[in-house]
């Protein structure tokens, strides 16, 4: 029997319940923070589904910087968030969208608001998971 690669990434690394347990090189490495952002949202795991196709569960880049989206650099972290239409709403809840939590937090807000439809963009990467 072939296991895929995802699930034996997923079981090597436990992911901490507590996001000031992670160091910044877990950050930086997708597989660490893609079991981590699978366990943040193990209650919507379309969440994670969606951080993977949106930004390969990256949040920064290998240079420590937040990363931004290909086709628009408004979008930012794991979770591609639109700062221009999302960052004021977030400061006026006190979220940081740049930090991993703030990213992963204003996320599940906008999907008890919207559903999946702020990242309608990529469905047809999640929508068939």
């Given at each position: 029997?072939?296991?895929?690669?995802?699930?034996?990434?997923?079981?090597?690394?436990?992911?901490?319940?507590?996001?000031?347990?992670?160091?910044?090189?877990?950050?930086?490495n997708?597989?660490?923070?893609?079991?981590?952002?699978?366990?943040?949202?193990?209650?919507t795991?379309v969440?994670?589904?969606?951080?993977?196709?949106?930004s390969?569960?990256?949040?920064?880049?290998?240079?420590?910087?937040?990363?931004?989206?290909?086709?628009?650099?408004?979008?930012?972290?794991?979770?591609?968030?639109?700062?221009?239409?999302?960052?004021?709403?977030?400061t006026?809840?006190?979220?940081?969208?740049?930090?991993?939590?703030?990213?992963?937090?204003?996320?599940?807000?906008?999907?008890?608001?919207?559903?999946?439809?702020?990242?309608?963009?990529s469905?047809?990467?999640?929508?068939?998971?």
């Amino acid at each position: 029997m072939i296991i895929p690669l995802i699930f034996i990434l997923a079981s090597a690394f436990s992911a901490p319940q507590d996001i000031s347990a992670l160091q910044t090189e877990d950050i930086k490495n997708p597989e660490t923070l893609g079991a981590y952002v699978r366990e943040y949202y193990k209650e919507t795991p379309v969440l994670a589904n969606i951080a993977w196709c949106e930004s390969r569960m990256r949040h920064v880049g290998k240079d420590g910087e937040i990363f931004r989206g290909v086709v628009n650099d408004k979008d930012i972290g794991v979770m591609q968030i639109n700062t221009r239409f999302h960052e004021a709403t977030a400061t006026d809840m006190g979220i940081d969208l740049y930090s991993l939590q703030g990213n992963l937090e204003y996320a599940k807000y906008l999907y008890e608001k919207e559903g999946t439809k702020p990242w309608k963009a990529s469905k047809s990467c999640w929508g068939n998971k």
